[in-house]
């Protein structure tokens, strides 16, 4: 199983202030940043698009990490590639051919992603966990941050690593140190979130609180 990685999503952060958010997540030791995209027709609601990762990307060393929540996953590679991204993460419930998307996001040169929603079950990424970098496992329903944790993902995470022990298996919602420890014992390795990590005092402590 890959280490631990911390990956701090910007979406409940200060969006009138990006520029110390970045610091802010950098400075509490998140290795990654989080870019929840949202479209308002695959989610109710719409966040940001590549222009906004394009304006960070100057701000920040963090490994961007871009989660498309978008119909259409295959508009967005070149933009978010050219704005700077590194990892471009799309959802199988999305209007595409997954394999297509993933050998574009490979083909820019970026690790590719691939989620699921809480309620679509592991086997519906199955056969392209060979092709990608990672598989996110959304512990929420997507659209929102600072919603509760749903246990019922569990046994997909224990699913998802028995498949692929070296890959990095991503959980993003609802995440602090308590569901940190259920997510991470399941097999999850990279960890996403925001609203525990930029509601804290001291965002490094809350970052080693949540290894
Ligand atoms: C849901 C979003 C959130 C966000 C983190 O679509 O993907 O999960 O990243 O949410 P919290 O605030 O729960 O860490
Ligand atoms: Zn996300």
């Not at 394999?99 to 690790?111: D, N, P, Q, S, T």
């Not at 699921?116 to 990672?134: C, H, Q, R």
Request: hydrophobic share 45%.
């Amino acid at each position: 199983m890959p280490d631990t990685i911390v990956s701090a999503s910007i979406l409940n952060a200060d969006l009138s202030d990006l520029r110390s958010t970045a610091r802010k997540a950098a400075a509490g030791g998140a290795e990654w940043l989080h870019f929840d995209v949202m479209d308002g027709e695959f989610v109710e609601n719409i966040t940001f698009g590549s222009s906004v990762l394009r304006a960070v990307r100057p701000y920040t060393d963090a490994f961007l990490d871009v989660h498309l929540m978008v119909m259409h996953p295959q508009r967005q590679i070149d933009l978010f590639a050219d704005a700077g991204a590194e990892n471009i993460t799309f959802h199988i419930e999305s209007d595409c051919d997954p394999a297509e998307v993933i050998g574009m996001i490979h083909k820019r040169g970026l690790k590719a992603g691939i989620s699921v929603k809480p309620k679509t079950p592991a086997s519906a990424i199955m056969p392209y966990l060979g092709m990608v970098d990672m598989a996110l496992v959304m512990t929420v329903e997507p659209g929102y941050g600072g919603q509760g944790f749903i246990t019922d993902t569990l046994p997909k995470i224990r699913e998802l690593r028995r498949a692929a022990p070296e890959l990095h298996i991503e959980v993003d919602g609802g995440i602090n140190p308590d569901t940190s420890k259920l997510v991470r014992e399941a097999g999850a390795n990279v960890l996403v979130a925001g609203t525990f990590l930029f509601r804290a005092d001291d965002m490094g402590e809350a970052v080693r609180r949540l290894r």
